[in-house]
């Protein structure tokens, strides 16, 4: 380089050299081969404390030795010059001084005649240099490092998908553990073929507009046999004034899982409450905001809107006989911080009236406190219908039953468990539940010339697996003696077994005094008739 710039004893004036040496960026000087500076730039004169006029004609090594006061370091100088003399080849070699690390340069200058008359020398100062190509290794370094660490895929790819440079997740989840760096990798290879066209596109509008996107796509691992989904996220960067595609990716297979199966269970959920006539609401308690499933409106007989219903437009429906019932026990609730349970009758806009049951569960701070109440309404009109229905028949029938003085029971034979409807306990002279219900009961009750005859008739039924039909005697504990008929049927398990007795008990007292009067009087009349006849006779 310097070697057609430097100039020649014969050729170059000084001015030219000074002008030359100036225009270096580094320390520069010329000096013959002893020593001598013939010219030096200003670079290299103040370093030394001196003005380049002033370099001219001083020894170099005398310069080192006294002002840098570096003896040491000029015989090393002059130890390299004249191992360039002797050998004509340039040499280069470092040391360090002042806190600087400098690079020095020794070309020899020939004359015309090919001998080595003067020596050129630069001195460059590599330190900062050093320091640049250290600081930039190590930013490569940790930016190499924030790549690979990124939990997610990090991949730089030209305009065609070519992957430039991609960090460790990428290489493990995509391209296989045994990928590098280096190898030649094209990212479409790995996207499923159902998004492929819709990427080109989306990362063809990065390029062209500069836009940032996300989107959802999926990737097929090598050596997989699923798919897995990545959200990825893409923007322009331009690298070597050619724009590029950096994309960053998070794997949202589990999540897109869960949200599946989410909106399955939803699907499910609705479909639950749809068929059982009920609806979710939850209330907040700070805000009075009330968020209700679509199903809950339906069930106050009002038409769907997109408006959320509001706790008076539900509470006008309610019917006003319950009302205040209902307002009522909110309150209690949510004063007594417990949950709610109520049944109410709801009036639709044609005239009909609606059972519902709402239950609901407090949400607490803190401080426990309740905050919301989270729970459920259900339309409970068909059962509240039975149930009516069945008290009405539970009421007739009781009045039947008391009417004709009788009563239901039923006897488990395998667990010896006796129950007793509440008229029997009547016919039997006792209060409901007053002493432990068991056969000893029976037994204890039973006229003791009846209790015999009674006990073989049921041994006998339960043998035979027949029914049981007796007549017998009670002893009531105000000491009144009542006659009683009881039928029994059995009940049958799928193998043929007599598992239970189920039957009547009936007051026939009446029917007995009758009876017991009719033969009384049967015995009268023969015994008259028998009288008479003798005296005829």
Not at 189 to 208: A, G, K, Y
Not at 311 to 326: F, G, S, W
Not at 442 to 453: G, K, Q
Request: negative net charge.
């Amino acid at each position: 380089m310097f070697k057609n710039n430097i100039p020649s004893e014969s050729n170059q004036a000084d001015d030219t050299v000074s002008a030359l040496l100036e225009s270096l960026p580094e320390e520069a000087f010329l000096m013959d081969s002893t020593g001598i500076i013939l010219n030096a730039n200003k670079l290299f004169a103040s370093h030394h404390g001196k003005h380049p006029q002033d370099c001219i004609g001083v020894n170099v090594y005398e310069l080192i030795s006294t002002v840098l006061k570096r003896p040491e370091m000029a015989a090393h100088r002059k130890k390299t010059v004249e191992e360039v003399l002797r050998t004509g080849k340039q040499a280069v070699f470092e040391n360090s001084g002042d806190n600087h690390k400098r690079r020095f340069t020794i070309h020899p200058v020939r004359s015309s005649e090919g001998e080595i008359t003067k020596l050129f020398i630069t001195i460059k100062k590599i330190s900062f240099q050093n320091r640049l190509t250290k600081e930039s290794r190590q930013e490569r370094l940790i930016n190499k490092a924030f790549f690979d660490v990124i939990p997610g895929s990090a991949i730089i790819m030209d305009s065609d998908g070519h992957v430039m440079r991609s960090n460790q997740y990428t290489r493990d989840l995509f391209f296989g553990k045994t990928a590098n760096e280096t190898q030649a990798i094209n990212f479409f290879e790995f996207v499923s073929t159902d998004d492929i066209v819709s990427l080109r596109e989306l990362f063809q509008n990065i390029l062209n507009f500069g836009f940032e996107e996300s989107t959802e796509i999926r990737i097929h691992p090598q050596g997989e046999i699923h798919d897995i989904w990545m959200l990825i996220h893409a923007k322009r960067l331009l690298i070597n004034g050619k724009y590029c595609i950096v994309s960053i990716g998070i794997n949202i297979t589990e999540r897109k899982r869960i949200t599946a199966d989410l909106n399955n269970y939803i699907a499910r959920f609705n479909f639950a409450l749809n068929a059982a006539h009920a609806g979710v609401w939850e209330w907040n308690l700070q805000t009075n905001d009330l968020n209700c499933s679509k199903e809950i409106c339906s069930l106050y007989g009002l038409k769907q809107s997109d408006e959320k219903p509001r706790l008076t437009l539900l509470a006008n429906n309610i019917h006003p006989d319950d009302r205040e019932m209902v307002l009522q026990t909110v309150s209690q609730a949510i004063q007594n911080k417990v949950a709610l349970d109520m049944d109410y009758r709801v009036c639709y806009p044609d005239g009909s009236t609606h059972w519902l049951m709402s239950r609901g569960k407090p949400v607490y701070n803190k401080n426990s406190f309740p905050t919301h109440y989270i729970g459920t309404i259900i339309d409970i009109t068909e059962r509240k219908q039975l149930e009516l229905e069945l008290s009405e028949s539970k009421i007739k029938y009781n009045y039947a039953l008391d009417a004709a003085s009788s009563g239901i029971w039923e006897w488990n034979v395998q667990t010896d468990e006796l129950s007793w409807s509440e008229h029997v306990w009547k016919l039997y002279g006792l209060n409901v539940n007053s002493v432990p219900l068991n056969n000893q009961l029976c037994v204890d009750t039973i006229h003791p010339d009846d209790r015999e005859m009674a006990s073989w008739i049921i041994r006998n039924a339960v043998s035979n697996k027949t029914s049981a039909s007796l007549e017998y005697r009670i002893c009531h504990p105000d000491g009144s003696i009542r006659w009683l008929t009881s039928r029994g049927m059995p009940l049958h398990d799928a193998e043929g077994k007599v598992t239970s007795y189920i039957g009547t008990i009936l007051d026939i007292t009446e029917r007995k005094q009758i009876e017991i009067e009719l033969i009384i009087t049967e015995q009268t009349v023969l015994r008259k008739f028998a009288n008479s006849f003798k005296k005829v006779v």
